[in-house]
């Protein structure tokens, strides 16, 4: 690999991995100058890694590299396992990038253990029956729009992850959500709370939808919010398929 691009933190993370590789770094908000920057190593002609949490497709950067060669009329050319890439006719005729003088580059989005996965682990089995994830960053969405998914996914009894629930500046944002949410679910609803899922300092916590509000919760945390069957056994938090209302359990 010819470099490596990433937001610092995670560059941190892997650095004793990558003490040979050139890097590309930068802070939080600054997502497009570094991904570009990835991307146009890759049109020189470099192999180049661009490093997320969790998995690539969530919350990250593989939605982002993808927009900016669109933008910039960059060519993909799949690279993962010799698979080739089939596009309806109606995709093709309306793409502005297949155009063959426009530069190329091979593209391999390899996928990773999101938060949502690696927390619930630590919980127990919160998702096992339907959720729905919600970031609570209002960085590139507005507030509003994300009121109405907190209120319409709390009215359809989905499990609920929080992403991003809390920082310096959103500190009241999470307060907000869970107000939503105690107007549909029991207070003694079951909410698990993992921090640095998998990582050094990592926390895992169950509490009730009513003492969220006094929970200890960062922007490395994930939150679940328990739909009305979850329920917690010996510091496990599970939410029922509903295997016990068709067959018998004992």
Not at 8 to 28: E, G, V
Not at 49 to 64: N, R, T
Not at 109 to 136: E, K, N, Q, R, Y
């Amino acid at each position: 690999m010819d470099a490596v691009a990433g937001y610092t933190l995670y560059i941190d993370l892997i650095r004793p991995l990558i003490s040979n590789t050139r890097i590309i770094q930068s802070a939080m908000t600054q997502e497009v100058d570094r991904v570009a920057a990835a991307i146009m190593e890759a049109v020189a002609g470099n192999s180049c890694a661009i490093v997320s949490s969790g998995d690539a497709g969530i919350y990250a950067m593989a939605g982002l590299a993808l927009e900016i060669c669109r933008a910039r009329g960059i060519s993909l050319i799949p690279s993962g396992f010799g698979q080739k890439s089939h596009v309806s006719d109606l995709q093709s005729a309306n793409d502005d990038i297949s155009d063959k003088r426009s530069p190329a580059i091979y593209l391999e989005i390899v996928p990773g253990i999101p938060a949502l996965a690696s927390s619930a682990s630590l919980l127990g089995a919160p998702l096992t029956h339907d959720f729905a994830c919600i970031s609570l960053s209002d960085l590139l969405t507005p507030w509003k729009t994300i009121e109405k998914r907190l209120e319409a996914a709390s009215m359809a009894d989905f499990v609920i992850v929080l992403y991003n629930p809390k920082s310096k500046r959103r500190s009241g944002h999470l307060e907000t959500a869970q107000q939503i949410f105690l107007k549909h679910r029991h207070k003694d609803t079951p909410v698990g709370i993992v921090t640095n899922a998998m990582r050094e300092n990592q926390r895992v916590e169950i509490i009730r939808l009513s003492d969220l509000h006094l929970a200890e919760v960062t922007m490395l945390s994930t939150v679940f919010i328990g739909n009305s069957t979850s329920f917690v056994y010996q510091d496990h938090l599970i939410t029922p398929r509903g295997y016990d209302q068709k067959y018998s359990m004992v």
